[in-house]
DNA sequence: GATGAATGAGACTTCATTCAT
DNA sequence: AATGAATGAAGTCTCATTCAT
């Protein structure tokens, strides 16, 4: 049993993501995801004050990776559309094929643990370090060939079809091949022209 | 005689809407509803079979009075563009002006609560029963005018950025003036041109 | 509703009788029992102080008409050993076609409810009343023809077998045909003997 | 490490058999039996699933002890009334000395619990497996000597009896010594002859 | 450092009893 | 007198957290 795994916190965080994000929060007993992290129950409170900081924690290294996949630069040589819909269609990509990961945040904004961490943070917070596109449009460069808008706008017309999207292809409703994640992303750049 | 009160009935639901938007399902004990709502514990199971029966009842009771304003007719003497718009800002003015509504809506629908009474039942369940511009768009009648999409496509290029949009308003993001609900209303619609 | 029925305590007792027997005392909440008589919650307050009270009744109620039959006089021209196996099969009869009674007064017994009202005090309680065997038995007179034993052993050797015997009928175990009875009413009889 | 302690476990089915010979099953709140068992509420539910595992777990424990001392051997060598009147006295003797194991049985025996764990299983469960002379009287090996019964009739008419005894012995309305256990055996092989 | 047995606060639910109608 | 809606004490069970090993 004594098992001196290099990385019992990984173990943690992975069993932590599993069951979170498939029954909730309140259904994942630390027990559980201690036998699910093949660790003692105690030694979850080794590395996480109480199970609060570990759904926090999860929620750090979630946004982290998804954040990677966001920041990856696009073609610059492209026109500007294009890499827009590159971008979203990365996006979707990842989240699509990350279904826990997506589940996970959704229930995590959803919840009163989300109410600080609000949802903005993860794809507006810092509108600086957003790959090319994202980042002139937020920042207002492309005022002139695009809407002007408030920021929440264009994060409402950008993300919130992607996670609508996301909700319908998670139960079921749709398959999201290369098409009809081009789609919505060319409807997306629409909705923001002037 | 002693017939059961509809006013304690009304007070349970009104007391679980409040305590469920603001702290979640399970940080509103039954305790704590009974006493918000101004009765014995006890009652309410005379009201609902458990916990779960009231919050789904509670889930048709909010839902029942989205629809209400969601189906509302549009003017139908007025061009289609100008009869979705109208029909946007109608939805979010009352979502912002109903945020424990909204919520708890998004909550239901985020937890194991709402995963057969899917989101997309609350407004696409009946495309035939949609106000004018809506039914139109779903059923694919204006599929020469505008793009001819799946419904689960249309479905996140108009509601995804409604809800996102709300949760922005709830998290003191942006408020919700006229004009920003229009230019929602507006990109959406931009999105669905061909 | 108001139903003015001149016998509420019998409706009420035989409602008991029947949830007592079929279910336990604590599977029969008063509101069912309310329910299967057809009466108020609150009416069955008005003829019994409590649950309790209600229990102590329906006991008093089945064991008399318990004793009545064993009360019925016996042929007192046959001879005594017939005398004493026809009151056996009158016994055994009457509780095997009252199953609800029997399993009344056996949960009763073995409750905390019976601990005062002793068993004994059913059969046994008033030698005097006896039918003609068993008074003359109990009483001693008959000591140079049986055996000379305590009461309480005259007791077990006799109603011992009665109530176990009506337990395997209960449980389908044996069907009580004449000659079964007489089998253990005989049985018992020679038990006795000196 | 931290091994379920076996004290622990034998802790609370000490205090199960006390509380609920004492007080029956439904007066015995899970939290007292806690207390007395001088262990915390939530380990009780380590042990057993739930209360009604504890009980038949109970059951089977105590039915156990029982079935100990009713199948040890005796004296072969004897006429086989002695073997029988020994074993009668052996079992009066063990449940007399074990008030707390016998009123737990009848409890048992008498509840929905034992429905399906029927009271013959106890005695007349395994017939091989008795001692000698009740193993012998009940596979009818012995019909020619005495009288040829079904089985629920010798049941009746040896363990009625027993039952009937103890439960007066338990009321206080007669002691149990040798001289008046052996007449009730004699009685009982008296009952059996032909 | 790791473990998991032990704990008890607190959640949900039932039901005997009351009392306004 | 009769009713049944209302009540809350009390019961069963879960699970986050602790701590001896």
């Known amino acids: 049993m004594t098992d ?3 990385d019992k ?3 943690i965080l992975s069993a932590a993501l599993e069951l979170f994000a498939d029954n909730g929060f309140h259904c994942a007993p630390v027990s559980r995801l201690a036998h699910l992290a093949g660790v003692g129950v105690g ?3 080794r590395y996480f004050k109480d199970k609060d900081e570990l759904i926090h924690a999860l929620y750090e290294q ?3 990776s998804v954040q990677e996949v966001v920041n990856q630069p ?3 040589a492209q026109p500007l559309r294009d890499q827009f819909v590159d971008f979203m269609v990365r996006l979707l990509s990842y989240l699509d094929a990350h279904p826990r990961e997506f589940r996970f945040l959704e229930q995590y904004y959803h919840s009163p643990f989300g109410i600080e961490k609000k ?3 993860l794809f507006a917070g810092q509108v600086q370090d957003f790959p090319q596109p994202l980042a002139r449009i937020f920042s207002g460069e492309l005022a002139g060939e695009l809407k002007s808008l408030p ?3 264009y994060h409402a017309l950008i993300f919130g079809p992607v996670s609508a999207l996301l909700n319908d292809s998670q139960a079921g409703l749709i398959t999201l091949d290369q098409a009809t994640m081009s789609s919505l992303a060319e ?3 629409q909705a923001l022209q002037n």
Do not use: F, H
Request: with cysteine; aromatic share 8%.
């Open 9 to 11: 916190k990984t173990a």
């Open 187 to 189: 409807g997306c750049w």
């Open 151 to 153: 920021i929440p706008l």
């Open 119 to 121: 949802r903005t943070e």
């Open 74 to 76: 696009c073609g610059e």
């Open 62 to 64: 979630v946004s982290n």
């Open 43 to 45: 030694s979850i409170y």
């Open 4 to 6: 001196p795994s290099p």
